[in-house]
């Protein structure tokens, strides 16, 4: 007799913390399938921290195959309206252009979540999200780029222009993006041989009347605090009306200069489950409390793009955040088994622990067990969460914690990223568009540049000898990633937050998520991304 085969989708906090509950319970007993884009889960909640060069990118992301014993890892995405529930079938495209397609007996749905996009003129060209490692990457190298394009220039409206950088979002993850981000330019700044003109200019924009609106008011004006003293412009109240090459366009009518728009207004459900067929909630797949589908009991759900019913506050839907998400992933793995007869299913409660706000150096927002704190206890606390929440990678972490506070960050450009490879509309923002893909240069259909005309042969030249000791440089087509320029500008949340959706910077948008972190607080979870952690205090941040 053939064992069941249980197949799980998306390896975000949600559908990560699944497998390695199903890993434990249902070893040798049933076939236990993870299908997911990348071969890592990565921890959302310190996404801020590789942005501005603190940790190595590899310390975020979390190994599936070594760390999920008796799983099976097959790399590729569930195709949209690939999902059969009948047939019990998932189709997938692979990361070389195959595809394939799986077969399940009980199917766990932990697809997560995307990029919220809003009827904003130029923000879909000009601005980039901050919902996966390839963005914090390209943000990381743009900003290290604008900062150094505008010690080099001699016009001071592009030096200005070039040193501001505009922050959409004042969640989680906008908030830790502006305050640690601002450390990271004066940083930058302060090395540079020319140093006229003005310092680094961040914005922190939102419709909401105050930053971090879904916290505590107390956290709220810590946070308020700590980003003005660094310099900061915080704008409460305002929205953006246009991104154009050269700038932004604010709701009061000012036009803002700059190469640089970080989209951090939130996330949505991803719309995989809308080809499935069954009821949703704002685009999120109703499930009962066990988590299960009505009327299709082999079907589980959860993390972000599940509508899982609050308990503790009937009538309401638990929010989008990775401390839901990872607590969900639980459950998810325990009911999965129980349905197979492995022990009894429980139904989904919650309660919160708390929230932190890591704001840089050593200041933070944090209140555990609903203890109000700030500055270096809560840095302490913060940083004490994330060790705990990580599945792996504590002492890589905290070694470069250590170094972070005594040797200076090395500010390099690495081009591993270009801005066309992390577009804001992308239902994968854990992958870099590939060249040849579609909508890359040099994909089918993609624009091309005009050909030049061909120049006539010059007689050649005798050759010089090689200068011994000297090596050949290769010359690289300069991106600048930039709105306007070859390669639109761009970034990336970091926390969840339970409760109130975040406010996003545009009129009527409401962040469902942060793009944010795990095993936390108040992040939306998207790959499940935000930031969980059983049993800990939540930080805040958002993919499943």
Known sequence: MSRPRILIVGAGFAGYRTARVLSRLVRHKADVTLLNPTDYFLYVP????????VLEPRRVTVSLSGTLPHVRLVLGEAQPEGIDLDARTVRYSGPEG????????????AVGSVNKLLPVPGVAEHAHGFRGLPEALYLRDHVTRQIELGAASDDPKSRAARRTFVVVGAGYTGTEVAAQ?????????????????APPRWMLLDVAPRVLPELDERLSRTADRVLRQRGVEVRTGTSVEEATPDGVRLSDGEFVETRTLVWCVGVRPDPLVEGLGRPLEKGRLLVDPHLQVPSHAEVFACGDAAAVPDLEKPGQYTPMTAQHAWRQGRIAGRNVAASLGI?????????DLGF?????GVKAAANPLGIPLAGPAAAAVTRGYHLAAMPANRVRVA????????????????G???????????ASPELARVAGAPGAPGAPGAPRAPETPETPETPETPET????????TAGVPGARGVPGTPAAHGVPGAPEVPGAPEASAVPGASDAGDAGAAGDTGHASGADRGRPSPGAVSRSEGTS
Do not use: M
């Open 46 to 53: 310190l996404l801020p921290q590789v942005a501005v060069g």
């Open 98 to 109: 195959d595809s394939g397609t799986l077969t399940y007996d009980r199917l766990v749905l």
């Open 181 to 197: 981000g601002k450390l990271f330019t004066d940083a930058l700044v302060r090395k540079q041989s020319l140093r006229e003109g």
């Open 343 to 351: 022990g009894e299913r429980r139904a989904y409660r919650h309660r």
């Open 356 to 360: 932190t706000v890591d704001l840089g």
């Open 399 to 414: 070694a470069d914690w250590l170094l972070d506070a005594v040797l200076p960050r090395q500010a390099v450009q690495l």
């Open 416 to 426: 591993l990223v270009r801005s066309w490879s992390v577009p804001l509309d992308t």
């Open 465 to 472: 000898p090689e200068t011994p000791g000297v090596p050949e």
